[in-house]
Each structure stands twice: as C-alpha cells, then as structure tokens.
C-alpha cells in the first residue's frame, strides 16, 4: 500500500474501530490456482488474531495450507473531494480532485479449524457483537433456532484463525490541505452522510 507519511494511521484505537465497524474484509491469498480473494467478516481475537468462519464448499480452506500468509483488507468509508469543495480555490485554482479514504491491512497466517466446539464458539462471537447491536434484547439466539438445524448449519462451515504478523493503516483524510479546505470537505461529508469521516476529520482539526 502506498503510505505516505502524513496519512499514516498510527492511532491504536482508531485502528481497533475501523476493523469492528468494518467487519467485512477482502482476504487475499496466492495458492497453486493464482491468487485468490475472499470477502468474510472477521471479529479481532485480542490484539494477536481475527477469527472467522466460511462455508464448507467454499474451496478456500482447500487452496490455503494451514500456517499460509495472507493480507485482511478492512476498508472504512471513503468519499469523492471536489476541488470545490476547498474556498482558497478562487485564491489560485491549483487544485485538482481526490479521494479521500480509510484502510486497515492486516497480514497473518492462517489456520483453518473443523472441530464443532470452535464453529460454534466463531458463530456464537459474531452473534453476540452484531445481535444486540442491531436489535437488542430481541437479540437472536443459537438456542432459538432447532437442535439438529443448528448442527447441519455448523456442518457446513469451517472456522478460521489468523495470527496477525503485521498492520498497515492509512487514513487519508485531508490532513495536507489548510485550515479552512479542510473544514469544507468536512461540511461536506456531513451533507453527504459520511459521518464516521466527518466525525474523525473534525477530532483531527480539534486536536
């Protein structure tokens, strides 16, 4: 990844955030058929490991040999800046468009895991942080759904676990413009809904 020095991510925390509330990474891997890519929600295990699971007849598990590296690509919210959006534009028009974007590479290695212990211990981690989330104390439960349905479904899956070797995060939120082109691209980003940016480029500026 290309990481110029000023849009280095090097907030911990912030880093943390992007993977939960950017759950759904591409996982990219070169086996024997050429690279491959998948897209798999992964939960962090501590700050060592992300976990995950994938379906059964998804051949991943069979390309990827347990201990292979592999690259987590999260990626955040990202937007279109417009030169008009700057107000020093008028001043001299040097300007041009841009993007502006977060993202997490996460490098590892991989093991795939078929024991049901693990599956269920996987599920029952992803249920727990988007259930209550997204309907709170009428969370689903493993329990809700029938003994022998349950078991088919963990059946049909396999779990992985990923030892993180490296973290590269970047955040390219107008960090080189001036004060006040800065403070535009915000407004506009808050017009625009993309407020997880907004809200971070407005503690930038705060700071």
């Avoid at 992007?18 to 891997?29: D, H, R, S, T, Y």
């Avoid at 990626?75 to 974007?101: C, F, I, M, Q």
């Avoid at 955040?171 to 809904?193: C, P």
């Amino acid at each position: 990844m290309y990481l110029p020095d000023h849009f280095v991510e090097t907030d911990q925390s912030e880093v943390a955030a992007l993977i939960a509330g950017f759950p759904l990474a591409a996982i990219v891997a070169q086996t024997s058929q050429g690279l491959i890519a998948n897209h798999i929600p992964l939960m962090a295990d501590g700050d060592t490991a992300l976990i995950g699971h994938i379906a059964l007849n998804n051949d991943m598990h069979r390309l990827i040999p347990d201990g292979a590296d592999i690259l987590a690509i999260f990626r955040g919210e990202d937007g279109y800046v417009s030169p008009n959006l700057y107000p020093t534009k008028p001043a001299h028009h040097r300007h041009v468009p841009t993007w502006n974007y977060q993202v997490v590479h996460v490098a590892g290695r991989i093991t795939f895991q078929h024991d049901t212990k693990t599956k269920r211990a996987v599920v029952g981690r992803l249920k727990r942080d988007h259930e209550a989330q997204m309907n709170g104390d009428a969370a689903w439960r493993m329990a809700d759904a029938p003994r022998d349905y349950m078991e088919s479904m963990l059946n049909a899956i396999v779990a992985f676990r990923i030892v993180i070797t490296g973290i590269a995060a970047k955040s390219k939120l107008s960090q080189n413009r001036e004060a006040a082109d800065h403070a535009g691209v915000v407004t506009s980003f808050e017009t625009r809904g993309l407020d997880a940016m907004a809200t971070r480029m407005r503690r930038d500026s705060a700071d």
